[in-house]
């Protein structure tokens, strides 16, 4: 029985330790990575308008009036865009992949835990039978 009890120990605290890393990983996508994935960046584009034929006419009180063009415009846009960040996407993606095999690590040892667990009982009651 203690052998018995030695084994299960083991498995648990191997479990323990593989469950732990998991949550670790998923702690670390929220706190850490998930915050960072998208930023907000400043965008300007300028946009050049040349002084031509339609700029030359303007009205004035109902009558056309020749104006001289002072030079070509410039308009400076500013824009707020939102841009995924690439090596924080990339760090996502290496978690979620250790994250898997960490769980699926889980798997086979919680079954062997289990299955050892139920040998165990069977063993245990064709002794006292």
């Known amino acids: 029985v203690g052998e018995a009890f030695g ?21 670390a996508l929220a706190d850490d990575l998930l915050p960072r994935l998208w930023q907000n960046v400043t965008a300007e584009s300028v946009v050049y308008v040349p002084c031509g034929e339609e700029a ?14 002072r030079g070509p415009a410039y308009f400076v846009f500013q824009v707020q865009q939102t841009r995924k960040s690439d090596p924080v996407d ?15 690590a889980l798997e086979p040892a919680a079954a062997a835990a289990a299955g050892a667990a139920s040998r165990r009982r069977s063993a245990l009651q064709r002794v006292k039978c």
């Open 7 to 27: 084994t299960l120990q083991a498995a648990s605290h191997a479990h323990q330790s593989r469950l732990a890393h998991a949550v670790s990983l998923d702690l």
């Open 56 to 69: 030359a006419t303007r009205r004035s009180g109902g009558s056309a009036r020749k104006s001289k063009c």
């Open 90 to 104: 990339e760090a996502i993606h290496e978690n979620r992949t250790r994250a898997a095999a960490a769980y699926t």
